[in-house]
C-alpha cells in the first residue's frame, strides 16, 4: 500500500520561512513525479508546484514561483517544499500526491492527508 | 492561468444521474485529453475518479464516467448514491509542465 505523510507544517508570521517534507513509501519513489497541491480553508484545490522522477524538472504555479522550492531526496523518499516570503494568501492545507502518467500529461494519485500551514501575524 | 469553471452545485435524487461540467479554454481542456476528476468528502483528501478524460481507475465504480466536448470536459454519475455526496473538482494540463484545477461542485443527494 502506497503511504504519503506529510510534516512541517503550522504557524508563521508573513515574510516567513517553512519547509514541508512527504515521507513516501509502498511505491519506487524515483520512478515517480511528484506534486504539492494546496486547498485554502473552504476554497478549492490550486495545483503549486511539481518535480520529476529524478528530480532534473521542477515546476510552479506563478502564484508561488520565485518564493517556494520543490526537491526530492530518493535516497530517503522524501519529497520537500521549501516556502520562503509565505503571505497570508499561502494559508492552506498542503497535500503531497504522486503524479502518474502512461507518457503524456499526469494525474494525481494517491494523496497524503495534508499539513495545515497558517501564515499570521 | 485561471481555474476552470464549473457549477457550484448540482442536486439529485437517489437511483437519478447528475452531470458536472467543467469549462476551459482553448490552451488547456481544449487541447489536452488530460482531463481527471476528484472526489473530496469534508476533512478527507481528494481521491481521483476519472483520468485522460474518460478512464477510470480500477475500484471506482462504473457509475462514474468522463467525457469532454470542446473546451468543457464532464464528470456523470449515473444511479446516484448517498454516499456520492461530496465536491468534486476536474482538474486539466494547461501546457509548460502546468496543471489548473476546476473552481469545485458541490454534489448534494436529496
Known amino acids: 500500500e502506497v503511504q504519503l505523510l506529510e510534516s512541517g507544517g503550522g504557524l508563521v508570521q508573513p515574510g516567513g520561512s517553512l519547509r514541508l517534507s512527504c515521507a513516501v513509501s509502498g511505491l519506487t519513489f524515483a520512478s515517480f513525479a511528484m506534486t504539492w497541491v494546496r486547498q485554502a480553508p473552504g476554497k478549492g484545490l490550486e495545483w503549486v508546484s511539481g518535480?520529476?522522477?529524478?528530480?532534473?524538472?521542477?515546476y510552479y504555479a506563478d502564484s508561488v514561483k520565485g518564493r517556494f522550492t520543490i526537491s526530492r531526496e530518493n535516497s530517503k523518499n522524501t519529497l520537500y517544499l521549501q516556502m520562503d516570503s509565505l503571505r497570508v494568501e499561502d494559508t492552506a492545507v498542503y497535500y503531497c500526491?504522486?503524479?502518474?502518467?502512461?507518457?503524456?500529461?499526469?494525474?494525481?494519485?494517491?494523496w497524503g492527508q495534508g499539513t495545515l500551514v497558517t501564515v499570521s501575524s | 492561468q485561471s481555474a476552470l469553471t464549473q457549477p457550484r452545485s448540482v442536486s439529485e435524487s437517489p437511483g437519478q444521474s447528475v452531470t458536472i461540467s467543467c469549462t476551459g479554454t482553448?490552451?488547456?481542456?481544449?487541447?489536452?485529453?488530460?482531463v481527471s476528476w476528484y472526489q473530496q468528502h469534508p476533512g478527507k483528501a481528494p481521491k481521483l475518479m476519472i483520468h485522460?478524460?474518460?478512464k477510470r481507475p480500477s475500484g471506482v465504480p462504473d457509475r462514474f464516467s468522463g467525457s469532454k466536448s470542446g473546451n468543457t470536459a464532464s464528470l456523470t454519475i449515473s444511479g446516484l448514491q448517498a454516499e456520492d455526496e461530496a465536491d468534486y473538482y476536474c482538474?486539466?494540463?494547461?501546457?509548460?509542465?502546468?496543471?489548473?484545477f476546476g473552481t469545485g461542485t458541490k454534489v448534494t443527494v436529496l
Open positions: 500526491v504522486t503524479g502518474q502518467t502512461t507518457g503524456g500529461g499526469y494525474w494525481f494519485d494517491p
Open positions: 485522460d478524460v474518460s
Open positions: 518535480i520529476s522522477g529524478s528530480g532534473g524538472g521542477t
Open positions: 482538474c486539466s494540463y494547461a501546457g509548460n509542465f502546468a496543471y489548473v
Open positions: 482553448s490552451s488547456d481542456v481544449g487541447v489536452y485529453n488530460y
